[in-house]
């Protein structure tokens, strides 16, 4: 088996870890821009993000508005590397799968690639259920080498054990390592 696969398959079985609030629109792109210069760092953990549309807050919202939304938490234990922004694509896969596009930024100073990384998704329905099997995938810009400043997408599968568009929640990490897996080979992971 070869070092890539080997590394789909622990990025499918792993689990998340601690997490911190970041939300994102349904078929919109999230806004990776918060106001905390911690995520434009890379953080040394968790980092707080919008994903809303950037122009409405709470008080301004309809439950129109809020009807299709997805919120968030986040975990991010690498420095050198962040999130920036975040989207749902209902239609990317068959309909057990719920899959989320995201954006990493090289927010360090060393070249890297974005699928040395450890990435899980776990979506949660309306009443607070996990609802996603073992069955897992991290795919996109497998090759691609980000120098400082530059972005790369990953998408982030995952199936479902209810309809994905009763998601209403996910949890999103992106580390070095998970519970039982070796230490990725990132830069920022050395």
Known sequence: MSSEQTRRLLLSAAAGASVTAL??????RGSGD????????GGNGDTEQDGGDGGTDADDS???????????????????????EWEVLQERLPEEWFSVLVVVENTGE???????Y???LVPFDADGNDIS???????GDVRRTLSPGEQGEVNLDR????????????????G???????????????
Do not use: H, K, M, W
Not at 62 to 84: H, K, Q
Not at 176 to 190: I, L, P
């Open 23 to 28: 939300a994102g629109c349904l078929g919109d």
């Open 34 to 41: 918060s106001g905390d210069d911690s995520a434009d760092t």
């Open 62 to 84: 309809t439950d129109e508005e809020d009807a299709g939304r997805v919120s968030g938490e986040i975990t991010n234990s690498v420095d050198g590397l962040a999130i920036a």
């Open 110 to 116: 060393r070249e890297t690639e974005p699928f040395n």
């Open 118 to 120: 450890y990435y899980d």
């Open 133 to 139: 099997t073992q069955q897992g995938t991290a795919v």
């Open 159 to 174: 199936q479902v054990t209810a309809d994905p568009t009763s998601v209403v929640e996910v949890d999103l990490t992106l």
């Open 176 to 190: 070095c390592q998970s519970e039982g897996v070796a230490e990725s080979e990132g830069v920022y992971c050395r």
